[in-house]
């Protein structure tokens, strides 16, 4: 028997690819292929595929397109046949953060289930003056009346903060 013909035998069934996961052997096609019955894991879409095609296959065909969900696409969700704007609704969650998730590998319970991470607060820099206080970048430019960019320029060209906001800025077009 060729090498192409045993690995034709192996039976495929629950195993997953990147479309989704096989469910069931369904015949051979017209070239003499073995069929395998696929179900897309987003929306419960099936379709018939060779061996060649499931490796090669990225996404589904059918109302997730490839991870394009509609707020009508339909998937499976604890039993329950749902669209993924009733899905939305009943969860507390935005369709867009359950398409995100979905499209991250997230089966449909864990895109509602996972919690919203929180990012931390960002911390802004302090810089210390000679006259002793501590200032950000944003409030340095507010009190000199210089540019972000002019003041980060000066000092990295090797003056101190303070001479950095003393220098006048270039006298030109007034900003708008």
């Known amino acids: 028997?060729?090498?192409?013909?045993?690995?034709?035998?192996?039976?495929?069934?629950?195993i997953p690819f990147k479309a989704g996961v096989v469910v069931a052997r369904a015949g051979i096609s017209k070239h003499r292929s073995i069929l395998w019955?696929?179900?897309?894991?987003?929306?419960?879409?099936?379709?018939?595929?060779?061996?060649?095609?499931?490796r090669k296959q990225t996404g589904c065909e059918g109302a997730c397109a490839n991870g394009r969900?509609?707020?009508?696409?339909?998937?499976?969700?604890?039993?329950?046949?749902?669209?993924?704007?009733?899905?939305?609704?009943?969860?507390?969650?935005?369709?867009?953060?359950?398409?995100?998730?979905l499209r991250s590998g997230a089966t449909p319970e864990?895109?509602?289930?996972?919690?919203?991470q929180r990012r931390e607060p960002r911390i802004h820099k302090k810089y210390?003056?000679?006259?002793?206080?501590?200032?950000?970048k944003r409030e340095m430019e507010k009190?000199?009346?210089?540019?972000?960019?002019?003041?980060?320029?000066?000092?990295?060209?090797?003056?101190?903060?303070d001479e950095a906001m003393r220098l006048p800025g270039k006298v030109g077009r007034p900003r708008l």
């Open 1 to 14: 028997m060729s090498q192409r013909r045993k690995n034709d035998l192996t039976d495929l069934t629950g």
């Open 37 to 54: 019955l696929l179900r897309c894991q987003v929306c419960g879409h099936e379709c018939l595929r060779t061996r060649t095609a499931l």
């Open 69 to 101: 969900l509609r707020y009508t696409s339909t998937m499976k969700v604890f039993g329950l046949v749902l669209t993924l704007k009733q899905i939305a609704s009943v969860a507390n969650v935005e369709m867009q953060t359950i398409r995100t998730r």
């Open 110 to 116: 864990e895109a509602i289930l996972r919690p919203k």
């Open 128 to 136: 210390l003056l000679s006259d002793g206080r501590l200032l950000t």
């Open 143 to 161: 009190v000199s009346g210089l540019n972000r960019s002019t003041l980060e320029r000066r000092i990295k060209n090797g003056m101190t903060l």
